[in-house]
């Protein structure tokens, strides 16, 4: 490519060194590049709890409780910055709007990023520390809220459902950051906690649920002949009151319920979660799952998404477990298939795609991607069994999260090693 490189329309000389700068060159490369700095700090962070669970030699320091941190920091810290490089990339095409350029979206990602790793750090030592984090991420998270709203009130697009959904669930969103907050000022962690879910499905779980709705089918169709692009709005229903009953059912589960009304609730609620398991899995296969996985990235994709019907399975078994025993079982194996299997799957399946297309590379997921999802799967295997009464052990947490850590830094470092340089193809982007 020689010692410097013209990129068409940019007017800037480019060279194929890696450069910081360069993730300044389109929206995708910095939202994403923030992202895994983000997914990286607390991945890191929470292999370093287990390990000092497992081992109790590391002497780490904890100014907060775990869960908190935790839950906070893998739910809103690194998905909006993901969401932000690929809504700030596509969504514009969807609502048939002038994009926004990165000096636009750049400051409210910026906030975002240092809140979180702010967070992390008052997690260590500090509990203001931490909620000062908090804060300049909500207002990165806000602002970046309403930079994503006014492309979908500027939108003229004939179908806007899905960028309305994504606002809706953006709303969702800023209203469980800064209610985490306020429950953390009032000293109420178990409401802090509860902000925390309903966040990780009312809003991560929407926005996740919408792309999949739009992008599956579509991807689907083009690739495999004789799939339709299938994709009814009552779909699109389904899947947010799969995800969305989960953010309800969280508030539910707060209220001081009589025993055998509890009971029958868990009852219900099992057999709801088994329902509507069994009919995302028929979706699953509807939209071509097993076709699509003679091509690994797109499989990646249908697998992701197959997760979500698991976890409603393992949700309504936990419920109909609890209640025979008369005692919380296995309350977090769901919420583990579903945040890492789901959504770690689909972060990594839509990342990897759009990271591949937009460097001018072939869309395939060659062994390295392929191999670093099959071993996510066998992770999130360990973690589900981890959580039964039976299974649990300091050892196997530890080992999921540290083989989390490896998973994503491996693919994570490889990607920004791309971001950092221009397209091989040598188009602007």
């Known amino acids: 490519m020689g010692d410097a490189i013209h990129q068409t329309g940019s007017g800037l000389d480019l060279d194929p060194h890696w450069r910081l700068r360069y993730t300044l060159l389109a929206p995708h490369r910095l939202g994403f590049s923030l992202a895994v700095v983000v997914l990286l700090a607390a991945s890191l962070w929470w292999a370093l709890v287990q390990l000092e669970r497992s081992s109790g030699v590391l002497g780490l320091p904890g100014a907060m ?44 990602l910026y906030l975002q990023c240092a809140g979180w790793l702010v ?38 697009a004939p179908n806007q459902l899905h960028g309305k959904m994504v606002r809706a669930a953006f709303v969702v969103g800023c209203i469980s950051v800064a209610a985490l907050g306020l429950s953390m000022l009032a000293g109420r962690d178990d409401l802090a906690r509860a902000w925390a879910l309903t966040g990780i499905w009312g809003f991560i779980g929407v926005v996740f649920m919408t792309v999949a709705h739009r992008m599956i089918p579509f991807f689907t169709h083009g690739k495999i002949p004789g799939v339709e692009a299938w994709r009814p709005t009552w779909v699109m229903a389904l899947l947010a009151v799969a995800v969305g009953a989960q953010a309800v059912f969280v508030w539910l589960g707060m209220l001081p319920w009589p025993e055998g009304l509890a009971g029958a609730g868990l009852w219900l609620r099992g057999a709801f979660e088994w329902a509507i398991g069994l009919v995302l899995i028929w979706l699953a296969v509807r939209w071509g799952l097993v076709p ?24 309504g078994t936990a419920d109909w477990w609890s209640a025979s025993a008369g005692a919380p079982m296995w309350p977090l194996a769901a919420l583990h298939a579903f945040t890492m299997g789901c959504l770690g799957s689909l972060i990594l399946a839509m990342v ?4 591949a297309g937009h460097s001018g590379r072939p869309l395939v997921a060659g062994s390295l991607v392929w191999g670093l999802f099959l071993l ?34 491996i693919w994570g470092l490889r990607l920004l090693g791309w971001w950092g340089r221009v397209r091989i193809d040598g188009n602007p982007g």
Do not use: C
């Not at 990235?297 to 698991?310: E, S």
């Not at 996510?376 to 295997?381: A, K």
């Open 65 to 108: 409780p775990e869960f908190l941190t935790h839950a906070a920091s893998m739910g809103f810290g690194f998905m909006p910055l993901f969401f932000a490089g690929f809504l700030f990339t596509a969504g514009p095409k969807w609502l048939d709007v002038a994009p926004l350029s990165v000096a636009q979206i750049q400051w409210p």
């Open 119 to 156: 967070w992390l750090l008052g997690g260590l030592w500090s509990r203001p520390l931490a909620l000062a984090g908090l804060a300049l991420a909500w207002v990165g998270l806000v602002w970046m809220s309403l930079l994503y709203a006014g492309l979908v009130r500027a939108s003229r």
């Open 292 to 315: 699509a996985l003679q091509v690994p990235l797109l499989g990646m994709l249908h697998i992701g998404f197959l997760w979500l019907g698991l976890s409603n399975l393992i949700a």
């Open 352 to 355: 990897s795609r759009v990271a």
């Open 376 to 409: 996510l799967q066998l992770t999130v295997v360990v973690r589900v069994v981890a959580a039964l009464p039976m299974a649990a052990s300091a050892a196997l947490l530890a080992i999921a999260a540290v083989f989390w850590l490896a998973i994503m830094a």
